[in-house]
């Protein structure tokens, strides 16, 4: 399925569950009447939408400090030639959530989580000595400005919205989690079972497992993990190429530090930019501001980027396109 395939019922379903999917015992149905469509209509949008791959899956995705664990987002400057063979051992560690080639000397870029950051210095010890690599970048985050993967499929956004409030993801508290809610969390972190009453449908594999959960548990409890953001997002996780947005560049910015505060929400509030962070720099890598840029054309991103830097009077950043994804998928908490 291309772009030019989506229906305007695709493009609306999506646009809802993007960033929400409706916490309710009938979801598909709820969807339906925000959209003015029919639960069946619904679900068959949805999964046709996975069937054709523009749907990757549907689920939550935990903010790893609320639940007692560490991330960071890596670089390792790699010889073009070796660049998938190493991809590949990087790819190995279950820690390892996305891994993409772009282009830069650090040309691979890689995010880790861990239950510690011993752990995550631990891992990339090991892969500078499997590699011979010393040349390695660990960014852990120090602000969080944005996290919203969410494009405009319909055009009826606004260029410019709202930033979200500002997180500073080292002073986030850790949640204590009972079994039963690290076996709920278990599920969530996978897709969303097939049917139209999914939540019911894991309350009855919690009961499979002797767990005394009943839907309306469930959904509570669900609510409650977004309410408080320990769930970042309960949505749909789309391959965007498909949906028309072909480029994505990461922008990197040397931005004055004093200034960083202020910039931050300024590059947050652009519908463009999914993600936006300060992280530390270093002495081969004089950046704090990251932005991920979505466009459907490289001329498109470059647009964005002219138009941040008219609003914070910023220099011109790096842009790292995308080359190709190596790995992307989510973080399976309480493996243990």
């Given at each position: 399925?291309?772009?030019?395939?989506?229906t305007?019922?695709?493009?609306?379903?999506?646009?809802?569950?993007?960033?929400?999917?409706?916490?309710?015992?009938?979801?598909?149905?709820s969807?339906?009447?925000?959209?003015?469509?029919?639960?069946?209509a619904?679900?068959?949008?949805?999964?046709?939408?996975?069937?054709?791959?523009?749907?990757r899956?549907?689920?939550a995705?935990?903010?790893?400090?609320r639940?007692?664990?560490h991330?960071?987002?890596?670089?390792?400057?790699?010889?073009?030639?070796?660049?998938?063979?190493?991809?590949?051992?990087?790819?190995?560690?279950?820690?390892?959530?996305?891994?993409?080639?772009?282009?830069?000397?650090?040309?691979?870029?890689?995010?880790?989580?861990?239950?510690?950051?011993?752990?995550?210095q631990?891992?990339?010890?090991?892969?500078?000595a499997?590699?011979?690599?010393?040349?390695?970048?660990?960014?852990?985050?120090?602000?969080?400005?944005?996290?919203?993967?969410?494009?405009?499929?319909?055009?009826?956004?606004?260029a410019?919205?709202?930033?979200?409030?500002?997180?500073?993801?080292?002073?986030?508290?850790?949640?204590?989690?009972?079994?039963?809610?690290k076996?709920?969390?278990?599920?969530?972190?996978?897709?969303?079972?097939?049917?139209?009453?999914?939540?019911?449908?894991?309350?009855d594999?919690?009961?499979?497992?002797?767990?005394?959960?009943?839907?309306?548990?469930?959904?509570?409890?669900?609510q409650?993990?977004?309410?408080?953001?320990?769930?970042?997002?309960?949505?749909?996780?789309?391959?965007?190429?498909?949906?028309?947005?072909?480029?994505?560049?990461?922008?990197?910015?040397?931005?004055?530090e004093?200034?960083?505060?202020?910039?931050?929400?300024?590059?947050?509030?652009?519908?463009?930019?999914?993600?936006?962070?300060?992280?530390?720099?270093?002495?081969?890598?004089?950046a704090?501001?990251?932005?991920?840029?979505?466009?459907?054309?490289?001329?498109?991103?470059?647009?964005?980027?002219?138009?941040?830097?008219?609003a914070t009077?910023?220099?011109?950043?790096?842009?790292?396109?995308?080359?190709?994804?190596?790995?992307?998928?989510?973080?399976?908490?309480?493996?243990?």
């Amino acid at each position: 399925m291309s772009a030019a395939e989506l229906t305007e019922l695709d493009r609306s379903v999506l646009s809802e569950i993007q960033a929400a999917f409706p916490v309710t015992a009938t979801p598909y149905a709820s969807i339906g009447e925000r959209i003015g469509a029919s639960e069946q209509a619904v679900y068959d949008s949805v999964f046709g939408l996975k069937d054709a791959g523009v749907i990757r899956r549907i689920g939550a995705i935990f903010d790893s400090h609320r639940l007692g664990y560490h991330s960071t987002l890596c670089a390792i400057a790699v010889p073009p030639h070796q660049a998938e063979q190493i991809a590949a051992l990087i790819n190995c560690y279950p820690n390892v959530t996305h891994n993409y080639l772009r282009e830069d000397r650090y040309n691979i870029w890689f995010t880790l989580i861990a239950q510690s950051r011993e752990r995550i210095q631990e891992i990339l010890r090991e892969i500078a000595a499997t590699t011979g690599i010393s040349d390695i970048l660990d960014l852990p985050a120090i602000r969080l400005f944005k996290i919203r993967v969410d494009f405009d499929l319909t055009g009826s956004r606004d260029a410019r919205g709202e930033a979200p409030p500002t997180v500073k993801p080292a002073e986030t508290p850790a949640v204590t989690l009972s079994a039963e809610e690290k076996a709920l969390a278990r599920f969530l972190q996978g897709d969303l079972p097939e049917g139209p009453t999914p939540f019911a449908e894991i309350a009855d594999r919690l009961q499979g497992q002797g767990i005394d959960a009943g839907e309306a548990w469930v959904l509570e409890r669900i609510q409650a993990w977004v309410d408080a953001g320990v769930i970042r997002r309960l949505g749909a996780a789309i391959k965007h190429h498909k949906t028309g947005f072909a480029a994505n560049a990461m922008g990197v910015w040397d931005c004055p530090e004093e200034r960083v505060e202020e910039v931050g929400p300024i590059m947050a509030s652009f519908k463009e930019v999914s993600h936006c962070y300060q992280r530390p720099s270093a002495s081969t890598w004089p950046a704090n501001l990251y932005t991920m840029i979505h466009g459907r054309s490289r001329e498109e991103c470059e647009d964005v980027v002219c138009r941040i830097r008219e609003a914070t009077g910023l220099p011109e950043p790096r842009l790292l396109y995308s080359v190709r994804e190596f790995k992307k998928t989510s973080m399976r908490y309480f493996g243990d």
